[in-house]
């Protein structure tokens, strides 16, 4: 019943979209700038931003139209770091129009098959190999006319205060006063070792739905305007403990050492084992993060199919934080207080 709800919602959602005004502006802006007589506008699933995403059939070709209404929707990002990437080899959708000013861009369409509808345990080595490949390439990408803000304290920071607000707070109804101090001293070591990590380009939501699977297995990269420069770990911990699909705890062990052996400037550095660390507290950070997220889409923007994610993410922080002396503040805490509260809403 609830993923019948669930579709229900979504396709009231599309048809409010057709029509609003804003679809009207992006139709126009299709016809009139872009010179495309559609004979079909399909409205897709989007991500859990503002941002929407339509596939339009003109003649023999299919394309995309991104419409992001919010400033902090940032295309210019978008086209700047996707012209990077593509420059570097790696598969991003080429910019074929862009009104900026408005919002819309137009791209090339890398079809339907995402590494999320794809992946399975016969071809998650070679999948994730590829993955981890471009990963490799993507962390060196410079960009020269944006200035990719560094993900620093401050901002870990605040993402915790909004982990405690939205998911703690106002989704699990949870008082955290008592605790709050020993929390804040726990969550002080992950952006310790946050910050101790080499810097790099980071694409912030590299996992498995915002990647394609395109001809000959190449990957395809999208969502990457929100990029930052910060650790080094942050990428790989959203690929391989996937908040939206998970893996034999033994196949990730294995896919992260994958990636520490092929990354000489990395084992030259960091031992397996630190190296393994970091990871593992970098995935608490962004599950955090990830756990904040579902909750606003469910408590503001009464989007409930998020829900079904926070389990996965959950035992996440849950799992990894029992291996950390300096987190059993932390793992106490959500093994029995937030775990008894998880079970009424997700």
Same mark, same amino acid.
């Given at each position: ?14 048809? @409010?979209? /057709?029509?609003? &005004? ?6 126009? $802006? ?5 010179? =495309? ?11 859990? &931003? ?9 003649? @023999? ?9 919010? #400033? ?8 700047? +770091? ?6 570097? *080899? ?26 999320? /509808? ?12 590829? @993955? +981890?490949?471009? =990963?490799?390439? =993507? ?17 870990? $920071?605040?993402? $915790?205060?909004?982990? /405690?607000?939205?998911? %703690?707070? #106002?989704? %699990? *109804?949870?008082? +955290?006063?008592? !605790? ?7 969550? @002080? ?48 911990? &959203? %690929? ?16 992260? #050492? !994958? ?13 397996? !084992? ?8 970098? *995935? ?6 990830? %756990?904040?997220?579902?909750?606003? /889409? ?49």
């Amino acid at each position: 019943m609830a993923k019948c709800t669930e579709k229900r919602h979504t396709m009231e959602s599309i048809e @409010a979209q /057709k029509q609003s &005004s804003r679809f009207q502006q992006l139709e126009q $802006w299709i016809a009139q700038d872009c010179g =495309l007589k559609a004979s079909s506008i399909q409205a897709l699933a989007g991500d859990a &931003s503002f941002r929407r995403y339509y596939r339009i059939k003109a003649a @023999a070709e299919s394309v995309i139209a991104m419409d992001a209404p919010h #400033k902090e929707d940032n295309c210019e990002s978008f086209v700047s +770091i996707a012209k990077a990437l593509r420059q570097m *080899g790696l598969h991003t959708p080429e910019i074929l129009a862009a009104d900026l000013s408005k919002g819309f861009l137009l791209l090339s369409d890398f079809g339907d098959t995402t590494y999320l /509808k794809k992946l399975n345990l016969e071809n998650a080595d070679n999948l994730y190999g590829n @993955a +981890i490949d471009a =990963l490799a390439i =993507l962390r060196t990408c410079q960009i020269a006319d944006r200035n990719i803000p560094f993900f620093k304290e401050d901002w870990m $920071w605040r993402e $915790w205060n909004w982990h /405690k607000e939205w998911f %703690l707070t #106002k989704l %699990l *109804g949870l008082q +955290i006063s008592d !605790n709050e101090k020993k929390l804040d001293e726990c969550f @002080a070591h992950i952006v310790k070792s946050a910050i101790s990590q080499p810097q790099v380009f980071m694409h912030r939501d590299y996992h498995s739905a915002n990647l394609m699977v395109l001809n000959d297995n190449q990957v395809g990269i999208l969502d990457f305007q929100d990029a930052f420069i910060g650790p080094i770990t942050y990428d790989l911990v &959203s %690929l391989l403990r996937d908040c939206y699909i998970d893996w034999p705890e033994e196949r990730i062990t294995q896919w992260v #050492k !994958n990636y520490w052996q092929a990354s000489s400037d990395i084992s030259s550095q960091i031992t397996l !084992n630190a190296f393994m660390r970091l990871f593992d507290l970098m *995935g608490i950070e962004r599950h955090l993060k990830a %756990l904040f997220t579902f909750a606003r /889409k469910q408590v503001r923007d009464q989007q409930a199919q998020y829900l079904k994610h926070i389990p996965r993410t959950f035992n996440y922080v849950v799992q990894v934080s029992e291996r950390y002396p300096e987190l059993q503040t932390l793992h106490h805490y959500f093994d029995t207080i937030v775990r008894e509260k998880i079970i009424c809403v997700a």
